[in-house]
């Protein structure tokens, strides 16, 4: 017996439960209905019915709404904060901008040369340009018409002969003195055997600068100043190699060294043309 009531009075209390439950879900619902029909009191039918459509919320929906609404995405802790980059500023800067200048390399006159560069510069000073057959012709002429051994100039072929004879071997001597000045001991010392002009602006100082050069030269190693020793010994050598076709009377130490100052003299002449009209 006793069982059997405290069932009946579980089961009248789960009742009591869900009475006041349902209660409690529909109140708002018939509340949000009444307040919608004193509304819609004055309205047309489709204003009625369009109205009547829209269900009021209940406790559940008010619950859960906020929580079924997109939350913000959190950031991380300790994370930087995106800055925004700068807007380019339009007509700020200037259109062009000057481009670095660039370090200045050493002129390709001055670079130093290699030996086979060094020959070729012999080659040709001494048959592929005019000066060296210009020259030899001069000198061919100058040099038999200052000869007055042996009774010469009887005739006007005599005289081209003769001064076709001064002229080969004002080539062979000039073509030697390149061979040592401009290759051999150039090659040997290490030195420029080239003219190089220079920047002076009156005519004494290029004169001047001219001549000088013909006992400074520059040196490959270091580009500074040095004694013309490649020069001074190639044309040195020349004269004395120039002993063997000469006339049996003029091969003498005299006339070595007075070929040698001859040499020395008509280099410096070129060298004054060099400065003046161009080129090394």
Known sequence: MTVIVRRSTSSIYFALLLLALSVTLTAP????????????KGMTNSAKQAATTVAAPGIAYAAFSQAMQPQPEARPVGTLARVAAPKAVVGKMPTTMPLPTPPRQPAV????LTPGEKFHIFVKKSFLSYSPWALSIFGGIVGEATDKDHGRHMTAGDFIADAGTHMARSMAFRATANFFEKFAFATILRQDPRYHRSDKKSVGGKIAYAVSRVFITQGDRCGCDQVNASFL?????????????????????????TSWASHIGIRAFTNILSEFIGGQ
Do not use: C, H, Y
């Open 29 to 40: 619902r018939a509340a949000a209905a009444d307040g919608t029909e004193d509304q819609n």
């Open 109 to 112: 006159s001055t670079a130093p």
């Open 233 to 257: 010994m190639g044309g040195l050598t020349a004269s004395g190699i120039a002993q063997n076709w000469r006339r049996e009377e003029d091969r003498t130490i005299q006339k070595v060294f």
